[in-house]
């Protein structure tokens, strides 16, 4: 069923072959995956297939050569949710409110459910199999949720939950790291009373806000918080180090330490 409202299109579509157990597919994609019928699993090996169909999920992306889908968490609440009622009904079926769950500013949705598969492979191969679910694995897609829950009686029910979110998932803090940064240097005499000043480096993407922590043979000294330190009788004979912390709005926080002075005269 396809829904068209203004430019976001709606893609529902049905697993055929996930109406039935499917418990024979090939090698699992982990250790966790290798089990799955059983009555209960840890958070911890639930959270390894999600993660295991993710990584296939984006394989058959890669083999396609399309982008990957990013993994996000509000999203994956809306699939782990979804799968949760299913295996509570045990009933394998489509969420009729996925695309008012998930958060606003989408221009695509779609989903896919599964059931009875014993294994992240298992459940991907079906998927890729099927030209509806296919289709929505290999769409025009950015972002994916998935879920995973057990009925009482062992079957695991699967979610996969697609958005297009051009400018990203609203109120979820991009990723992007600093690209081509360059280790920070020190200036300035290496003697008792003087003083050394942190040459931060290049950091890319501009902008950023910097923050500075010296060290004393690998120890953070005490209120050296500041580009410039002066050098006191402690540090005699020591090596000095600088770390400058880089922080900007959608940037992930990194640090880059420099290398160490000849020891301080």
Known sequence: MKRVLGLAVTTMLVLACGSSAVFDGPAPASAASAALVRKSASKAD?????????????KRRSDAKLK????SKKVQTVAQNWSAVQARKKKMHHNPNGSK??????????????????????????WHGSEGH?????????????GLAYSEDGVPYYTQVFGKYPKGVPGERSRAKF???????????????RV????????????AKFSYRWLRNGKNIAGATKAKYRLTSADKNKRIRVKVTGKK?????????STATARIR
């Not at 999600?50 to 990584?55: C, F, T, W």
């Not at 709005?249 to 330490?257: D, F, L, M, N």
């Open 101 to 126: 769950q998930i958060p606003k500013g989408w221009r695509k949705y779609g989903e896919n459910v599964a059931a009875g598969h014993a294994s992240a492979r298992s459940v991907v191969s079906a």
């Open 196 to 207: 050394l000043t942190a040459k931060r480096g290049t950091w890319k993407p501009g902008g």
């Open 179 to 193: 690209k081509k940064t360059s280790r920070p240097k020190i200036s300035g005499v290496r003697k008792t009373g």
């Open 46 to 58: 639930i959270a390894q297939v999600r993660a295991d169909i993710l990584k296939l999920t984006n």
């Open 249 to 257: 709005s959608g940037v992930k926080t990194t640090s880059r330490t």
């Open 134 to 146: 296919r289709k929505n694995m290999l769409g025009d897609f950015t972002h994916i949720g998935v």
């Open 68 to 71: 990957p889908l990013k993994a």
